[in-house]
Nanobody, 122 residues
Framework: QVRLVEAGGGWVQPGGSLQLSCAAS????????LGWYRQAPGKQREYVAA???????NYAASVKGRFTISNGAAAYSIYLQMNSLEREDTAVYYC????????????????WGEGTQVTVSS
């Protein structure tokens, strides 16, 4: 069983920045990629970004150029640096894990974290 723990959510004004983190633990033998999804009120969960342990990276078009995903110093940990935040970025952000980046993009994932709230408002 894979356990994912997110941290770093909060409130920020439009144009501001936040950094999220995610740490995975448990049975990680088949995990080679971690990523982020988000779900805004009344909307479906949507893909944000993913990164493999080898450094392969992919972003959703809506966040490309504003968000940066990176591997942490600790194994099976990642960061999501979010800059130039917009009101439309308000959502619960979920960390997820899979065997590769493509599976994360498709939503074919092994586990989900409980989520961390990001609120962008003035």
């Amino acid at each position: 069983q894979v356990r994912l723990v997110e941290a770093g959510g909060g409130w920020v004004q439009p144009g501001g920045s936040l950094q999220l983190s995610c740490a995975a633990s448990g049975s990680l033998a088949d995990i080679y990629a971690l990523g982020w999804y988000r779900q805004a009120p009344g909307k479906q969960r949507e893909y944000v970004a993913a990164i493999s342990t080898g450094g392969v990276i992919n972003y959703a078009a809506s966040v490309k150029g504003r968000f940066t995903i990176s591997n942490g110093a600790a194994a099976y940990s990642i960061y999501l640096q979010m800059n130039s935040l917009e009101r439309e970025d308000t959502a619960v952000y979920y960390c997820t894990a899979a065997i590769n980046v493509w599976n994360i993009m498709r939503g074919t994932t092994t586990a989900w974290g409980e989520g961390t709230q990001v609120t962008v408002s003035s």
